[in-house]
């Protein structure tokens, strides 16, 4: 496994990938709408940042209401997600997704809870 991407909760994603652009150079690589959300990933050569801004109620709007905008999951690139799931059970890390499922840019995902893993949500994400 490597690091994949941050994913970060925000309420203008292409006001803050404007603003990451201008800071740090970052370019975007990905763009769309997808599971009730604005998705853009923005190309740091060795990952990616994902801004997450929600166009309907859902996750990520309720994240942002009782968060606020910031940093929402860490995720790791993985050749095989089922595997790294049935690792995760091993270890008796409860899941949030029992099976993989469709994530953006069309990879297969899925999380496990934050409170098996130091209060961060992490994403398995299968290219």
């Known amino acids: ?9 925000t ?6 990938a404007e603003l990451y652009a201008d800071l740090f150079g ?3 690589a990905h763009e769309e709408e ?3 959300m604005r998705v853009v990933f923005l190309d ?7 801004l997450l ?16 905008p910031g940093i ?10 089922e595997g790294a799931l049935e690792t995760a059970r ?3 890390v409860r899941l949030i997704d029992e099976e993989p499922r469709p994530g953006a840019w069309g990879h297969e995902v899925a999380f496990l809870h934050p409170k098996d893993t130091g209060g961060i949500l992490i994403e398995f994400v299968e290219h």
């Open 53 to 68: 801004e929600p166009i309907e109620d859902g996750t990520i709007a309720s994240y942002l209401e009782t968060n606020g």
């Open 26 to 28: 970052l370019e975007v």
């Open 90 to 92: 091993e270890h008796d």
């Open 1 to 9: 496994m490597h690091f994949d991407h941050a994913g970060i909760a």
């Open 44 to 50: 740091c050569d060795d990952g990616y940042l994902e």
């Open 72 to 81: 929402h999951h860490l995720a790791l690139a993985t050749d095989d997600v």
């Open 34 to 36: 997808f599971d009730g």
């Open 11 to 16: 309420d203008d994603a292409q006001g803050l």
